[in-house]
T-cell receptor, first 115, second 110 residues
């Protein structure tokens, strides 16, 4: 398995500002992902963070709103840009790790509130 | 549009009872089916998973049953304990990307 940490754990931000969320994995991993989970709801994939190249975004998510970096095999950031109250959500990163190639582990999440 | 349909939305079970959660999918490209357990304020934790070439997988009190022809899979929690009270998500993977069900909140009454 993998131990994944995220910073910050929570934040309250003003409309129109941006927040960068950091994700650190305790071992090198091939693939990292970013998900969004609205309170009491399911998880939705935002994008795949590719090491050394641009992230791959899912339908409904764009790079200008959610720029992602992945400078190495253990670290990624997600920025939520020009925030609105609709961006209030929990943002989770995940990574493929473990003995089975398909196993995907999640960080604890970042709870974002936009006022 | 949810690619994985999960039911029930919630269930209550007595301590020692069996909890059963069902999921269905349409996309035959899915090739890996994990279940996650999530406690309030925490990230989802991988509980158990199955590949489509296997019909059943058991790990401790947790069992996945998989029916490829019906495109359905389910989680059985045997001898449910109060500590099992959590939200459970089924998921399906295509090209390592997970699509999640809506989640089931399980409450185990002592």
């Amino acid at each position: 398995s993998a131990v994944i940490s995220q910073k910050p754990s929570r934040d309250i931000c003003q409309r129109g500002t941006s927040l960068t969320i950091q994700c650190q994995v305790d071992s090198q991993v091939t693939m990292m992902f970013w998900y969004r989970q609205q309170p009491g709801q399911s998880l939705t994939l935002i994008a795949t963070a590719n090491q050394g190249s641009e992230a791959t975004y899912e339908s409904g998510f764009v790079i200008d709103k959610f720029p992602i970096s992945r400078p190495n095999l253990t670290f990624s950031t997600l920025t939520v840009s020009n925030m609105s109250p609709e961006d209030s959500s929990i943002y989770l990163c995940s990574a493929l790790a473990g003995t089975a190639v398909y196993e995907q582990y999640f960080g604890p999440g970042t709870r974002l509130t936009v006022t | 549009q949810q690619q994985v349909k999960q039911s029930p939305q919630s269930l209550i079970v007595q301590k020692g009872g069996i909890s059963i959660i069902n999921c269905a999918y349409e996309n035959t490209a899915f090739d890996y089916f994990p279940w996650y357990q999530q406690f309030p304020g925490k990230g989802p934790a991988l509980l158990i998973a199955i590949r489509p070439d296997v019909s059943e997988k058991k790990e401790g009190r947790f069992t996945i049953s998989f029916n490829k022809s019906a495109k359905q899979f389910s989680l059985h929690i045997m001898d449910s304990q109060p500590g099992d009270s959590a939200t459970y998500f089924c998921a399906a993977s295509n090209d390592y990307k997970l699509s999640f069900g809506a989640g089931t909140t399980v409450t185990v009454r002592a």
